[in-house]
């Protein structure tokens, strides 16, 4: 045997040594609580003791075949009915089953205390008298099957919970993901798109893009790993972002980030979406300049962009944008984004939230 098997078969026999005597010792004391509860007079002198203990021996004796049964009753129906699934036929049916049992268990018992205390032989067994001796057993063993009972619905409750808290646990984690997914492809589609156009109007520009692309799109793999992301860091990517789009539009984009305290986080690139759905959307030219201001009001951070809508979309939509960052805030906290649109401006209000949110 090696040392792992021996160190396991210590364990397992230890369990059920501890088993064993815990066993024991509730039974006891609830004979003792019987005994106090029948005789509490017997405890004052010695000679009342020494009377009290065939009774005591019994009343142990039958606790232990009594609590025994009970607890193999549970196993057995556990196996076989849900208190979940099937509550009322799981009450009957233990009720029922652990009742029968208890009856057949201290009708046994008391003719074997009975018999062996020669209080009746075997041509002459008093069964209406036996069945009678059965109502003090019957009354553990209702209080026995409360006990059983409780202690089996909660563990199943506690355990179904526990499931099905899991269960939305990973689910949410898999559509946080899923969300998370889509960013990756989605900054890397419009930046080329972005600059495929750019690559015709000037070499020159198209360069500085590409070296700048390069160094925000290392943000956007970190970015991508977390759920939530420092406001810090986030509105460092969304102004090197905004100096990106200023190589390509120039003067025709204007921006200003205006945020003292910097403290709290948002979801990662919640920023970079509603800019570039401002960049997207809008005309941006000399004579209608696009302009967008970051700042932050108490808790909120606010993205506002002047409102000129494109009265045709030349560029495609991948549909992320708006909903992505919507459902994100859904999914990790019970604060929502707003969205608020005048003939002049839109604007976003995106909550800060805290580590423990």
């Known amino acids: 045997m090696t040392a792992t098997s021996k160190k396991n078969c210590n364990k397992s026999n230890n369990g059920i040594w501890y088993g064993l005597s815990s066993f024991l010792l509730i039974n006891l004391a609830i004979a003792s609580i019987l005994m106090i509860y029948f005789c509490p007079s017997c405890f004052l002198s010695l000679e009342g003791l020494k009377g009290l203990f065939p009774e005591y021996l019994f009343s142990f004796f039958i606790s232990m075949v009594l609590s025994f049964g009970g607890s193999r009753v549970e196993d057995l129906i556990d196996q076989r009915i849900s208190w979940v699934d099937h509550p009322f036929k799981r009450l009957l049916v233990t009720v029922s089953l652990y009742m029968a049992y208890a009856f057949l268990a201290s009708f046994l018992v008391i003719s074997l205390y009975a018999w062996i205390d020669g209080q009746f032989t075997a041509d002459n067994i008093p069964w209406k008298n036996i069945a009678l001796y059965t109502k003090m057993p019957m009354t553990v063993a209702l209080v026995f099957m409360a006990i059983f009972t409780t202690w089996s619905w909660l563990g199943e409750w506690r355990k179904s919970a526990l499931e099905a808290e899991i269960l939305r646990n990973e689910k949410l984690a898999s559509q946080y993901q899923s969300l998370k997914d889509q960013l990756n492809p989605h900054f890397l589609f419009n930046s080329l798109n972005v600059l495929s156009n750019l690559v015709y109007e000037n070499a020159d520009k198209s360069a500085a893009f590409i070296q700048k692309l390069s160094r925000i799109y290392r943000y956007v ?26 190589i390509r539009f120039e003067d025709s984009l204007q921006f200003s980030v205006d945020i003292k305290e910097q403290t709290g986080m948002i979801p990662p690139l919640s920023l970079q979406l509603l800019l570039e759905n401002a960049i997207k959307h809008n005309i941006i030219s000399e004579e209608n300049p696009l302009f967008i201001h970051i700042f932050r009001k108490q808790e909120n951070l606010w993205i ?44 976003v209000k995106l909550p800060i939230l805290e580590l423990s949110t």
């Open 221 to 246: 793999l970190d970015a991508q790993k977390e759920e939530l992301i420092e406001l810090e860091r986030e509105v460092d990517f969304a102004t090197n972002y905004l100096e990106l789009q200023k």
């Open 304 to 347: 506002s962009n002047t409102f000129q809508p494109k009265s045709s979309q030349t560029e495609s939509s991948t549909g992320v944008g708006l909903q992505n960052i919507k459902m994100r805030y859904q999914l990790i906290s019970n604060r929502e984004m707003e969205v608020i649109q005048t003939k002049d401006e839109f604007l």
